[in-house]
């Protein structure tokens, strides 16, 4: 009988328990452990806000699986000088985003990767975003598939809800993660934003169905002219004109520039359609490359 009852209590003890041996500390965001593949630059005069809805590697995270405290943040390839800010947003059933805290600016001191302290906030299914100036840039790291992001442009403001400027697939990432710290005590659930329908089964992702901010057929992909351009500025204006990068061929360096495209510019083509661009650089063209 005392076997018994000391077994019970074990399983007692292990039932109690588990709740608290998933209070971790967690990791949302791109790991830094994949190589850098080039810079990219915001390119809007109002500043970006970015967030990765989808990663690639395995066990990697996005939406906290816990509520807690964004306590720190890192970021590759900033800027020196320019100011950035880690961000809290909430997905809406509408396919919008509303945020829900921000820090202060984070001055770039130029170092390849920065750390930062944060005190955020944060709820079960909300995502961290990455907000900077026109100008500022950003790492972009290589995937090891492919990984779906939206862009804000200018960044949300606290409380402010707004649909996502652009949305893609890529087949690189934004380079910045944040620490999320349990809470001791699990505060109650944001809010829903209010949706017209009073439901929804949470917002749709890229690459499945109407990707947010998407108006679906009213949008057409009207293929930019992106000769002469960086890949990354070149992967912005595609986002810009509702189209999406597809194969690269040429060889990923700081210096390569766009010397050809398919479609040309001026076409125009359903909304989400691919280009694809040939690369040069000083160590010349490389024929073959995968697509982004």
């Not at 950003?138 to 809800?161: D, K, R, Y």
Request: glycine content about 12%; charged content about 15%.
């Amino acid at each position: 009988m005392k076997a018994l009852l000391s077994a019970i209590g074990v399983a007692l003890l292990a039932v109690v328990a588990a709740p608290f041996a998933q209070a971790a500390p967690v990791t949302l965001g791109s790991p830094l452990t994949a190589p850098f593949e080039f810079a990219g630059e915001c390119e809007s005069v109002l500043g970006c806000e970015v967030t990765a809805l989808d990663l690639s590697e395995p066990g990697a995270l996005t939406a906290s699986p816990i509520a807690g405290t964004v306590v720190r943040w890192r970021a590759a390839g900033t800027t020196l000088g320019s100011e950035y800010r880690i961000n809290v947003l909430r997905a809406n059933p509408s396919g919008t985003y509303t945020e829900t805290a921000v820090s202060p600016p984070a001055v770039s001191a130029g170092e390849p990767t920065e750390t930062f302290d944060a005190d955020l906030p944060i709820a079960v299914g909300e995502y961290v975003a990455l907000s900077f100036p026109a100008g500022a840039g950003l790492s972009l790291l290589e995937s090891p598939g492919l990984t779906s992001e939206v862009f804000f442009e200018p960044p949300l403001t606290v409380g402010a809800e707004a649909a996502p400027a652009g949305s893609d697939v890529l087949g690189d990432e934004s380079a910045f993660d944040a620490e999320v710290e349990p809470s001791t005590a699990s505060p109650p659930p944001s809010p829903p934003a209010s949706t017209g329908d009073g439901g929804g089964s949470g917002p749709s992702t890229v690459g499945g169905g109407t990707p947010p901010g998407s108006t679906g057929n009213s949008t057409q992909c009207v293929v930019p002219r992106l000769g002469a351009k960086p890949l990354a500025v070149a992967r912005k204006k595609l986002i810009q004109a509702h189209c999406r990068l597809g194969k690269v061929r040429g060889r990923r360096t700081r210096s390569a520039l766009v010397v050809s495209q398919s479609p040309q510019a001026g076409a125009h083509l359903a909304a989400g359609a691919k280009v694809s661009v040939t690369l040069f650089s000083k160590s010349g063209p490389t024929r073959g490359g995968g697509a982004s």
